[in-house]
């Protein structure tokens, strides 16, 4: 399952989100609470997948995206008590290879690499 990509841009519109891209489709999703964005679509399949992701980084995605905002981004900083709840009510499941494959993808980011 190779090929699978994790963004967060500097320059972005509201509200805080991120990028997955995967076999040539590409979806964006809510940093608060992982919902797809309206008029985002692919990645219908994987999307239990990416949210079981979202669940098990989001403390690394906030800070990614924290630190990637430039000082005239229209979309400021997130906090992470506002999503708490939304990491609360997340179900818990198996780690399958997408998901393996999305967190050494987040790993990379952090490091610096793909942002």
């Not at 500097?10 to 489709?25: L, N, R, T």
């Not at 679509?41 to 630190?67: K, Q």
Request: hydrophobic letters at 30%; proline letters at 5%; a negative charge.
């Amino acid at each position: 399952m190779s090929g699978l990509t994790i963004r967060i841009w500097a320059d972005e519109h509201p509200p805080p989100h991120f990028h997955v891209s995967y076999q040539g489709q590409d979806a964006s999703f809510s940093i608060i609470d992982c919902s797809r964005l309206t008029g985002s679509n692919g990645l219908e399949r994987y999307e239990r997948t990416i949210r079981e992701w979202w669940r098990d980084n989001t403390v690394e995605l906030i800070e990614s995206w924290n630190a990637s905002r430039p000082t005239h981004c229209p979309v400021g900083p997130v906090q992470l008590a506002g999503v708490k709840d939304s990491l609360r009510s997340s179900s818990t499941a198996n780690m399958s290879d997408l998901e393996r494959e999305m967190e050494n993808l987040l790993k990379k980011l952090r490091l610096g690499s793909g942002s």
